[in-house]
């Protein structure tokens, strides 16, 4: 019995140490290899280091200088790398397995094509460095870092942000190169699509004024833009984007068109108040005259503000009843106070057609009254033509003189020969015609015609003596004594019809005294004729006839007809 009891003792004894054998051989077995990643849980923290329990006899020790982001407390878990054991116990390195758990990550995220985080560190050349952490830089080229444009480098040092890695070894070495702008145009095209499948026309949004351009603002609306149109900041005139919103502004805005297609999101202000043209009619009628702002100046006319949101264009053309206008700026300027009459208005167009000159009488409905036929009148000279002057008579009403109007005796081939610009003159109206805003004045009409005075002294048959004033290929003009000059046409200036006029001209110049016969008289063409030719045949006929008369009175002394004719030949 005794030796049963101590085979059994025994047989229980082997049992318990190689189960005790066994657990230590797989607790050697399954404890961690030198180059493997552990975690431990901290047990003890000191000014030098952090002690660790990875379940080995004793506790790794780690450098508090590895914790560069803090020191853990006890009972927290930290992961290390072992390098192996040494009479202390385990050797273990944070930063090492930091390290190896990082290369492993960034290569993921090359591979798998996911973003990593880091922080822009530093301007170097043609880009940045960015730190990913783990005393690991990675290069970011300039164009890369953002999806506007850079004006200032500096001013994205110390951005928090996340990058795809582009590239991850050169010449077999690690050097990270990332690209943040890839990662921001992916988020803004998340956002986006996320506003149009979440926003409809006519919703209220928030954004902030980004940018100004000549036609309005951009919004960002959270990284992705929406515009402002300079016609949705206000119902009224707006000149400047810079009058309603400021540069870095936050604002509320009415959506009012969205295209998912085109990216485009259109905003506006003016659609929280009521569109003013739904009560135009209620207020406006067509001959009301109105008062009004001026806004704009164009080539073509000056646009007018009746209210906020209602504006209407004077057309050059409507400008004034009289005075032609060159240039809007003329006659107003921008910001006067303005009435005017309303010709008309479109309101699904948005339009106005306004007239400045329908405010004030038109002159010319009374002209008739003031300027009659034979009214004398008193003016300057504003202008000189070939054709004539036109002579002020009042503001915006001008009497043309033509030159045959000038002298009744002066040939005037051009005005500025005896007309001056700014010279007063008097004048008499000739004609008045109100319908095509036109009148005619002369000078020599305030004179008694000098023709009707010529014409019944010299009647045609009569001589006189005048003065040569021109010689021309096809005649001579002489002048009478009373200032009025006719001509001897070239055919009547010699009495022998085998001279020719060439030849007979050379015994005439300029200023010679020389007698003429009057041909014929046209009052209203104010025309004289003349002929040297027929001035002496009358000669002759009157020599003859006093001959004649001599000769039935008294033979005594008298001449033959023979010895008179036989006396002119040997002249």
């Not at 849980?41 to 560069?68: C, R």
């Not at 040494?86 to 990082?102: I, M, T």
């Not at 402002?228 to 959506?255: C, T, Y």
């Not at 014929?520 to 008369?549: P, T």
Request: charged share 30%; hydrophobic share 35%; glycine share 8%.
């Amino acid at each position: 019995m005794e030796e049963m009891e101590v085979e059994k003792e025994v047989a229980q004894n082997s049992k318990g140490d190689f189960q005790a054998q066994l657990e230590a051989s797989l607790k050697e077995f399954n404890a961690p290899q030198a180059g493997q990643l552990v975690e431990g849980t901290v047990v003890q923290v000191t000014n030098d280091y952090v002690y660790v329990d990875i379940g080995d006899k004793s506790e790794g020790l780690i450098p508090v200088e590895e914790f560069a982001e803090g020191l853990p407390k006890e009972g927290d878990k930290v992961q290390a790398l072992l390098s192996g054991h040494n009479a202390n116990g385990p050797v273990l390195s944070k930063k090492k397995a930091d390290s190896k758990r990082f290369l492993k990550e960034i290569q993921t995220a090359w591979k798998e094509k996911t973003p990593v985080e880091g922080i822009i560190s530093k301007v170097v050349k043609s880009g940045y460095e960015v730190n990913l952490g783990i005393d690991r830089a990675a290069f970011l080229p300039i164009s890369q870092a953002d999806s506007d444009k850079i004006e200032k480098p500096e001013s994205l040092l110390g951005v928090k942000s996340k990058f795809y890695i582009e590239r991850l070894y050169s010449d077999n070495k690690l050097n990270p190169v990332v690209n943040r702008r890839k990662y921001l145009e992916e988020e803004v095209d998340s956002k986006r699509e996320a506003f149009f499948n979440s926003v409809q026309i006519g919703d209220t949004v928030k954004g902030t004024v980004k940018s100004f351009t000549s036609f309005g603002a951009f919004i960002d609306l959270g990284g992705f833009d929406g515009l402002l149109h300079i016609n949705d900041m206000s119902w009224g005139h707006v000149a400047r984007p810079k009058d309603f919103v400021k540069k870095g502004q936050e604002i509320e805005l009415k959506v009012i068109r969205l295209d998912p297609a085109e990216k485009r999101i259109n905003l506006s202000l003016k659609h929280f108040t009521e569109d003013p043209w739904i009560h135009f009619e209620e207020k406006y009628h067509v001959n009301d005259v109105v008062k009004g702002k001026v806004t704009k100046l164009t080539e073509f006319g000056a646009f007018v503000e009746l209210e906020e949101g209602i504006e209407g264009l004077v057309h050059i053309s409507e400008f004034s009843w009289t005075k032609k206008i060159n240039k809007p700026g003329d006659m107003v300027s921008l910001g006067q106070e303005v009435e005017a009459v309303i010709l008309g208005y479109d309101i699904q167009a948005g339009r106005v057609s306004l007239g400045f000159k329908q405010a004030t009488p038109n002159p010319w409905d009374t002209i008739n009254e003031r300027y009659a036929p034979g009214t004398k009148v008193h003016g300057n000279v504003v202008k000189i033509t070939n054709a004539g002057a036109f002579i002020s008579l009042e503001d915006g009403i001008d009497g043309f003189l033509h030159a045959d109007d000038i002298s009744w005796t002066k040939k005037v081939k051009h005005p500025g020969s005896e007309l001056t610009v700014n010279q007063e003159v008097d004048a008499v109206v000739l004609e008045c015609d109100s319908e095509s805003h036109r009148i005619r004045v002369g000078i020599k009409q305030l004179t008694d015609n000098p023709w009707k005075e010529f014409a019944e002294q010299y009647k045609a048959g009569s001589t006189l003596e005048g003065e040569i004033t021109s010689i021309t290929d096809f005649g001579v003009f002489v002048k009478a004594p009373n200032g009025i000059e006719g001509l001897v046409n070239k055919a009547n200036l010699s009495d022998d019809k085998d001279v020719p006029f060439e030849e007979a001209v050379t015994k005439y110049k300029v200023g010679d005294k020389i007698n003429v016969y009057v041909v014929d008289v046209k009052v209203e063409k104010e025309q004289v004729a003349f002929s040297v030719r027929e001035y002496k045949r009358k000669q002759q006929r009157d020599e003859i006839s006093q001959y004649m008369s001599t000769a039935n009175g008294d033979d005594e002394g008298a001449y033959t007809l023979g010895e008179m004719l036989k006396s002119q030949k040997n002249d």
